[in-house]
C-alpha cells in the first residue's frame, strides 16, 4: 500500500514538474525572444487598426495606439522576466554572503543583522520597495534596486538557519580538525549543501519578484515608457475594459502564466526531490 | 502585565527606528524644496524666509526632533505639492484627514468578508470533507498565489461591473453624500482583496481542525457523551481558532499593504492612492507620515494579536 502512494505522489510530482516545465519553458523562449524580436514593432502605431479584436494578423489584437499587443506582451514578458532575475541574483547573492557569515559565526553581527531582517520582516514588502523607489525615482534600473533590497532578509534567514544546522556537522568539525581554512568551508563544504534548500527559496522569491514589479509598473512607479511592462499595460488598459477587454486581459494572464508556471515547476521539484 | 510592557517598548522602538528612516531618508535626496514652492522666480530673501518657515536652515538631526515632536503634538506639517505659497499652506492633517476613512472602510469590510465567510466555510469543509469544496477551495488558493490582486481587482471590474453591471466602475461615491451607496462601491474592491484571503483561511482552519479532531480530549469528550455538534464548536473549534487568530492578524496587515494597490485599482480616493501621487510628485512630507502611520497600523495590530492570544489561551503563561 505505501509502495503505490509513494509511486502516486511521484508521478503527480512529475506531472507538476512538466507541466511546469512547460509553461515556464514556453515563457523563457516568449520573454527572450521578445528582447530581441517581435512580429510587430512595438511602438509603431496603426490609426486604422485601433482596438482590433484577437485575429490571425494580431494575436491578442491591438491597443489604444494600434500597436500589436503580442508583441509588446512579448517584449514585457522579457523585461518582467530579466528584471525579476536580477533581482534574485542580486538579493539571492547578498543572502548567501551574510547569512553564511553570521549563520556560521554568530556573535554581534549576527545579533545586529537578526534585529534589522526582524524589523523589516513585519513591515509590508511593497512598502519597503516604495519608499526606496521614491527616494531613488522611477525606472526599471531602481525597480531592480529596491526590490533587491526588498528581498535580501527572506534570502539571510533561510541562509543562516542553514549554516546553523551544519557548522557543527561531523564533516565541518573534521574539516576544521585538518585545517581547512574558513572560507573553504563556508563556500566549498557548506554551501554546496544548503542548495536544495535555497533553491525553493529561489524559486518562491522569483515568483514574489515578478509579482512586485509588475504591481509597482501597475502603479507607475516601476518601468517607464518606452519599455514595455505588463504591469503597465494593465494599467493603460483598464481605461478600455469596456471596450476591448483583450487589451487588459493579454498581460494580465501573462502575469498568472509566468507565476503559474514557476510555482507548478517549483512544486514539482519539491516533490520528486522528497 | 510585564509581557506587555515589554511588547510595548518594542512597539516603540521600531515606530522610533522607522521614524528616523523615514525622515533621513528623505533628507540624502537633492533637489531644493524651496524652489519646488515658491518657484524660480522668487526673491532670496522670500527663499530664505520660507526655508526659515519649513525649519530647513538648521541641521538634520534637530530637524528630525522638531518633526518627532510636531507629530507627537498632531501638527503633521506640510505638503509641498499642494501648498502654493507661505499663505497658503496645505497642511498634511487635512490631507491625509478625508482619506483616512476611505482606507479604514475598505478595510473593515474586507476583514468582515474574510471573518464572515472564511470561519463558517473552513467548519463546513472540516466537518463535511467535501471532494468538491476541496478541489475548488485548492484551486483558489493557489491561483490566489499567481494572480496579483490588481489582476483580480480588473477581472472582479470586468465581471461584475461591466457584464453584470453591479456597479459603475470608477463611479466612486463619497461617504460624505451617500454612505449606503459608499459601502455599495467599496464592496466590490474589498472582494478582491478578501477572496484570495477567505480560501487561505478556510484552509488554514479546516487543517487546524482536522488537527485538533484527532486530539485525545475529542475522544474523551465524545466518550462522556457529548454530542458531535457540541464536541465540534465547544471544544474543537475553540482551540482550532487559535492559529487562525494570529493568521488573521497577518492578514490584516497583508490588506493595509494590499489596499494600496487595490485603491489604484478601484481609483478610490483612499490614503494608498495618496501614497502613490505624492512619491510620484515627491511630496516627501506626506510620505513620510503615510510610511510612519501604514507601520504604526501594521506594528500595533500584530501588538494586539499577540495580547488577544494570551487572552483566548490562558495556557501560555506570563513568563
Known amino acids: 500500500m505505501k509502495r503505490i502512494r509513494s509511486f502516486n505522489e511521484s508521478i503527480s510530482g512529475n506531472k507538476y514538474l512538466a507541466a511546469g516545465l512547460i509553461m515556464t519553458g514556453l515563457a523563457l523562449v516568449i520573454g527572450i525572444l521578445g528582447l530581441f524580436w517581435t512580429p510587430y514593432s512595438t511602438t509603431a502605431m496603426s490609426a486604422a487598426e485601433k482596438f482590433a479584436p484577437p485575429s490571425i494578423r494580431h494575436l491578442f489584437g491591438t491597443d489604444n495606439f494600434g500597436r500589436d499587443i503580442f508583441s509588446r506582451v512579448m517584449k514585457g514578458m522579457g523585461t518582467t522576466i530579466g528584471i525579476s532575475a536580477l533581482v534574485v541574483f542580486f538579493s539571492g547573492t547578498a543572502g548567501i554572503l551574510l547569512g553564511a557569515i553570521t549563520g556560521y559565526f554568530g556573535g554581534l553581527l549576527d545579533e545586529a543583522v537578526m534585529r534589522l531582517t526582524d524589523a523589516v520582516n513585519g513591515f509590508p514588502s511593497i512598502l519597503m520597495a516604495l519608499v526606496i523607489i521614491s527616494i531613488l525615482g522611477n525606472g526599471k534600473h531602481n525597480v531592480i534596486i529596491s526590490l533587491g533590497i526588498v528581498f535580501i532578509p527572506s534570502f539571510v534567514r533561510i541562509v543562516r538557519s542553514e549554516f546553523i544546522r551544519l557548522r557543527d556537522a561531523d564533516y565541518i568539525r573534521r574539516a576544521r580538525l585538518m585545517g581547512v581554512g574558513r572560507l573553504r568551508i563556508l563556500f566549498v563544504h557548506i554551501l554546496p549543501n544548503i542548495f536544495s534548500v535555497f533553491w525553493v527559496s529561489v524559486m518562491i522569491g522569483f515568483n514574489n519578484a515578478i509579482l512586485a514589479e509588475s504591481g509597482m509598473s501597475y502603479l507607475g512607479i516601476g518601468v517607464q515608457p518606452p519599455d514595455a511592462s505588463l504591469g503597465k499595460m494593465l494599467s493603460d488598459a483598464q481605461g478600455y475594459l469596456q471596450s476591448a477587454p483583450w487589451y487588459a486581459l493579454a498581460p494580465g494572464l501573462a502575469i498568472v502564466w509566468i507565476v503559474l508556471g514557476f510555482s507548478l515547476f517549483s512544486e514539482g521539484v519539491r516533490r520528486c526531490g522528497e | 502585565m510585564k509581557y506587555i510592557g515589554k511588547k510595548l517598548i518594542t512597539l516603540i522602538m521600531t515606530?522610533?527606528?522607522?521614524?528616523?528612516?523615514?525622515?533621513?531618508?528623505?533628507?540624502?535626496?537633492?533637489?531644493?524644496?524651496?524652489?519646488?514652492?515658491?518657484?524660480?522666480?522668487?526673491?532670496?530673501?522670500?527663499?530664505?524666509?520660507?526655508?526659515?518657515?519649513?525649519?530647513?536652515?538648521?541641521?538634520?538631526?534637530?530637524?528630525?526632533?522638531?518633526?518627532?515632536?510636531?507629530?507627537?503634538?498632531?501638527?503633521?506639517?506640510?505638503?509641498?505639492?499642494?501648498?502654493?505659497?507661505?499663505?497658503?499652506?496645505?497642511?498634511?492633517?487635512?490631507?491625509?484627514?478625508?482619506?483616512?476613512?476611505?482606507?479604514?472602510?475598505?478595510?473593515?469590510?474586507?476583514?468582515?468578508?474574510?471573518?464572515?465567510?472564511?470561519?463558517?466555510?473552513?467548519?463546513?469543509?472540516?466537518?463535511?470533507?467535501?471532494?468538491?469544496?476541496?478541489?475548488?477551495?485548492?484551486?483558489?488558493t493557489q491561483a490566489s498565489m499567481a494572480v496579483p490582486s490588481f489582476f483580480l481587482g480588473i477581472l472582479v471590474t470586468y465581471l461584475f461591473g461591466i457584464l453584470?453591471?453591479?456597479?459603475?466602475?470608477?463611479?466612486?461615491?463619497?461617504?460624505?453624500?451617500?454612505?449606503?451607496?459608499?459601502?455599495?462601491?467599496?464592496?466590490?474592491?474589498?472582494?478582491?482583496?478578501?477572496?484570495?484571503?477567505?480560501?487561505?483561511?478556510?484552509?488554514?482552519?479546516?487543517?487546524?481542525?482536522?488537527?485538533?479532531?484527532?486530539?485525545?480530549?475529542?475522544?474523551?469528550?465524545?466518550?462522556?457523551?457529548?454530542?458531535?455538534?457540541?464536541?465540534?464548536y465547544r471544544h474543537v473549534l475553540r482551540n482550532a481558532m487559535m492559529p487562525v487568530v494570529t493568521f488573521l492578524g497577518m492578514i490584516i496587515a497583508e490588506i493595509v499593504a494590499g489596499s494600496i494597490v487595490i485603491e489604484q485599482v478601484f481609483s478610490l480616493p483612499g490614503i494608498g492612492r495618496l501614497l502613490i501621487s505624492s512619491i510620484s510628485t515627491r511630496d516627501f512630507p506626506v510620505v513620510e507620515i503615510l510610511i510612519l502611520y501604514i507601520t504604526f497600523v501594521v506594528i500595533f495590530v500584530y501588538f494586539l494579536v499577540d495580547i488577544l492570544y494570551r487572552v483566548i489561551d490562558p495556557r501560555i503563561s506570563e513568563a
Do not use: C
Not at chain 2, 177 to 182: D, I
Not at chain 2, 188 to 212: D, Q, W
Open chain 2, 15 to 140: 515606530l522610533f527606528l522607522v521614524s528616523v528612516a523615514a525622515f533621513l531618508a528623505f533628507q540624502i535626496i537633492p533637489g531644493d524644496v524651496v524652489t519646488s514652492i515658491l518657484g524660480t522666480e522668487a526673491t532670496p530673501e522670500r527663499e530664505e524666509q520660507l526655508r526659515q518657515e519649513l525649519g530647513l536652515d538648521k541641521p538634520p538631526v534637530v530637524r528630525y526632533f522638531a518633526w518627532a515632536a510636531d507629530v507627537l503634538r498632531g501638527d503633521l506639517g506640510v505638503s509641498y505639492r499642494y501648498s502654493k505659497n507661505m499663505n497658503e499652506m496645505m497642511p498634511v492633517a487635512e490631507l491625509i484627514g478625508d482619506k483616512l476613512p476611505v482606507t479604514l472602510w475598505l478595510a473593515a469590510v474586507s476583514m468582515l468578508l474574510i471573518i464572515g465567510v472564511s470561519i463558517p466555510l473552513g467548519v463546513l469543509w472540516a466537518r463535511s470533507s467535501n471532494h468538491f469544496l476541496d478541489g475548488l477551495l485548492g484551486v483558489i
Open chain 2, 164 to 232: 453584470l453591471k453591479l456597479f459603475a466602475p470608477g463611479g466612486y461615491i463619497s461617504y460624505q453624500e451617500n454612505f449606503s451607496g459608499f459601502l455599495g462601491y467599496l464592496f466590490f474592491p474589498a472582494m478582491s482583496i478578501a477572496v484570495p484571503k477567505i480560501a487561505m483561511t478556510a484552509r488554514f482552519l479546516r487543517n487546524s481542525m482536522l488537527t485538533e479532531l484527532r486530539a485525545d480530549y475529542v475522544r474523551t469528550a465524545y466518550s462522556k457523551g457529548a454530542t458531535k455538534r457540541r464536541v465540534m
